[in-house]
């Protein structure tokens, strides 16, 4: 076993030379850094020319070379000439790599005019999109061909875990949607009240709130706070699953990942999404008529009588016909960013932020999309 590391003072011709022994390894680094500290410090710099005899190291690794490298660039920043001589050759190509480290700093990265760092990320963000579409693509694929499977093979689908799933995105999620949609029906009744006053057409303030609640607002609402109460959690499971590699467990034991987790979650999402839906215009709608009966004057019978006569089927279906699209973009996006997780916790958090804004950013453009569509179309 070798020996603790020694440095010792021998005087030979005039010049001073230190004699090391022992092993010089980062286990005896705390005798290391105490040989090298201390009185050996102001001896080296009170002495001309100086050898460090290394003929006696027995053990040297990575932290002893690179400790004996440091000492002579100290030597040769105070002007001292410090040479380390004689190591043994099994040592020498370890102390070689070690004397070429850290010779010269790295230059400064080089500055970009402001025009060319605008265009550089202009191109970065297309390519980004570029990339994304690509993955909400592969997705997309990928659940189609684990949906095609499954309705080949019905036994094959989770039905436990759709239903699991659809309690937790579709009945746990009726209160909150519920208050906020009475909440967002009311105030736009109430805005509609208070500027067709003025003109005295307060009986339009039903129709806006109707049609409004239908065809857009009551959908568009429900699908950004599904994205953000479930299209975040999807996310967080996925990826705390891809972190502990869950997932690759499961593709080691022959499973489809898509079919054991992200298929269940997406006809859960598709199924609870537009009853969410219908939901949260029927408490908008009631928002409306409370507002219109304590703001506008308006009896519930009139504003009833008045509702039926401003809307119809059409602006019901719309609403309807749009949000299973939407929630399907929900989850292909929540599972894209939750499979694109890597081994931190900082890129759980990015990547959940990010699958909340896509998601949201893909719905309001879906609903533009199929406002132009029904519009084209008649409806």
Partial sequence: MNGAPKLARVEAGGRMRLAATGAWTGAFNREIEQLLAG????????????????????????????RLERLVRQQARSGANLAVEGLPQRFAALAANIALTNQTSAPPPPRAPGL???????????????SDFVSFTNMLGAIGAAAGRMLLQPSKFRLTS??????????????????????????????????????????????????????????????????????????????????????????????????????????????????????GAMAALVGGGLMASAYGGMSPAAFIVRLREAISLTHFEVGMIKAPFMALAIGVVAAM????????????GLRTTASVVKSIFLVIVLDGLFAIFFASIGM
């Fill in 39 to 66: 009185p050996l410090a102001s001896t080296l710099a009170g002495s001309g020319a100086t050898v460090i005899d290394a003929s006696g190291i027995a053990a040297l690794d990575t932290f002893g070379a690179w």
């Fill in 116 to 130: 060319l760092c605008a265009i550089s990320d202009v191109g970065q963000a297309v390519a980004g999109i570029g």
């Fill in 162 to 279: 759709a239903v699991h799933q659809l309690d937790r995105v579709g009945l746990q999620a009726v209160p909150i949607i519920l208050l906020i949609t009475l909440l967002i029906g009311g105030i736009i009744a109430q805005q509609g009240f208070f500027h067709f006053r003025r003109f005295g057409a307060e009986l339009y303030a039903v129709d806006m709130t109707g049609i409004l609640v239908l065809r857009e607002i009551g959908v568009l609402i429900v699908a950004i706070m599904v994205a953000g109460r479930s299209g975040s959690s999807y996310t967080a499971e996925l990826g705390s699953m891809k972190m502990r590699e869950e997932i690759d467990a499961l593709s080691t034991m022959g499973f489809d990942p898509v079919e054991v987790l992200i298929l269940p979650r997406i006809v859960a999402l598709v199924l609870a999404l537009p009853i969410l839906a219908f939901l």
């Fill in 337 to 348: 960013e939750g499979l694109k997780v890597g081994g931190s916790a900082e890129s759980l």
